[in-house]
């Protein structure tokens, strides 16, 4: 099972960016590659989705501030989160899954913090 390893949170001022990073354990050439995000008190909602073939989709509140995209070669996935708002603080989880599955694997987050 491909284990997400989710890096690069932390506290960032409003306006500013931060650049996260999900590793895989395994090749990710043909996973759905996600990140989500859960504020205290909040569901987990999806932040943006990349499939196999380089099609992304992105959650309207973020949509021209955040870009998802995938480096096969490494494994890699990546969110660079622009002009960041207090609201964008939250844990940030990376998703693995292969077409077909249901939940995929979850990585264990990493805090993202935006002050005013």
């Known amino acids: 099972q491909v284990q997400p390893v989710e890096s690069g949170g932390g506290l960032v001022q409003a306006g500013g960016s931060l650049r996260l990073s999900c590793a895989a354990s395994e090749n990710i050439f043909s996973l759905i590659m996600g990140w989500y995000r859960q504020a205290p008190g909040k569901q987990r909602e999806l932040v943006a989705r990349i499939t196999s073939g380089g099609s992304t989709n992105y959650a309207d509140s973020v949509k021209g501030r955040f870009t998802i995209s995938r480096d096969n070669a490494k494994n890699t996935v990546y969110l660079q989160m622009n002009s960041l708002k207090p609201e964008d603080t939250a844990v940030y989880f990376c998703?693995?899954?292969?077409?077909?599955?249901?939940?995929?694997?979850w990585g264990q987050g990493t805090q993202v913090t935006v002050s005013s």
């Open positions: 998703n693995a899954r292969r077409v077909g599955e249901i939940f995929g694997s």
